[in-house]
């Protein structure tokens, strides 16, 4: 894949689609001087104010013609509406639970990878599996990777199934800390602590938290274990929070999540109608 590949984004003003593009813009991965070409049903916004030289349509089959990379970051239920044929393209879905088999069949191409990012793309800290079907180029996975790399971390896994899974992992991830941070808050507020204030005690536990993962020295369970060790307030919530079933919870989420992808890769891979 050489430097002036024209790379074409559909869906490219939606909320994954548009913190891809100028993640990718601001790396320098993708360049806007007439080498990004965007289509959209949604209005584009102020986003893209930096680079007024993108080109936008509105008619995918001119963005397939002009792309030789497209990205394909619409919903999984608007994939349906798709119909291009994009032989000889590097393909890249980040559509939940449509699988290569399906790609590969609906749009006639064989070089094809699904990458699955989260909404921390935005602010450059996703972590991003992705797979590649076996034709896929060793240019063509330095490109992905470093547009990946652009959106936080990223692998490339080897097996779909794991794609899969993780699309209920980490691609959802984000909303998970985020409920237990709703949770805290509305405990907090029922105990009357001012909002202000239990707004701003519960992003410094998520957000300390967060950092404490990111150090090198983070291992979930020693971390528990410690807190458990201490016999203190937090192992008295910990217990009770363990008593409660908080994993059971959060499996049954992940199951939930998983099932849910399986779900859509089967009503994609049935033939409309
Ligand atoms: N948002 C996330 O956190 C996240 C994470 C991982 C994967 N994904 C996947 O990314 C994909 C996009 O999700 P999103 O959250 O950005 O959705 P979104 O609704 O914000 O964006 C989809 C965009 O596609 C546009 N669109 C719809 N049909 C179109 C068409 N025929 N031609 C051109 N544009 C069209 C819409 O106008 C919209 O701007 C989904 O398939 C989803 O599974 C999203």
Aim: charged share 20%.
């Amino acid at each position: 894949m050489d430097g002036s590949a024209v790379v074409g984004i559909v869906g490219g003003a939606g909320w994954l689609g548009s913190a891809i593009a100028t993640r990718g813009l601001s790396a320098g991965v993708l360049s806007s001087k007439s080498l990004l070409i965007i289509s959209s049903r949604s209005p584009r916004g102020n986003r893209f104010a930096n680079w007024p030289e993108i080109v936008w349509t509105a008619d995918n089959e001119e963005l397939s013609r002009r792309a030789d990379i497209v990205v394909l970051s619409v919903r999984p239920h608007q994939f349906r509406d798709i119909s291009l044929n994009l032989e000889g393209r590097l393909v890249i879905s980040v559509m939940a639970g449509i699988s290569l088999e399906t790609l590969k069949r609906r749009l006639n191409a064989d070089r094809i990878v699904r990458a699955m990012p989260n909404a921390a793309a935005e602010i450059g800290r996703s972590y991003s599996p992705w797979v590649a079907t076996g034709n896929v180029t060793a240019s063509d996975r330095l490109f992905v990777s470093s547009l990946m790399a652009a959106c936080g971390e990223e692998d490339e896994v080897g097996m779909e199934a794991h794609l899969d899974y993780l699309t209920g992992l980490s691609g959802s991830g984000p909303a998970f800390p985020a409920l237990l941070a709703s949770s805290m808050l509305s405990h907090a507020e029922t105990a009357g602590i001012p909002s202000h204030v239990a707004e701003k005690a519960v992003r410094g536990v998520v957000c300390g938290a967060s950092r404490l993962i990111d150090s090198d020295e983070f291992m979930p369970n020693s971390t528990v274990e410690s807190f458990l060790n201490y016999r203190g307030t937090t192992a008295a919530a910990l217990h009770e929070m363990i008593r409660a079933g908080f994993s059971d919870a959060v499996h049954a989420g992940l199951r939930a999540a998983a099932l849910s992808v399986a779900d859509m890769t089967a009503s994609a891979d049935k033939p409309a109608g």
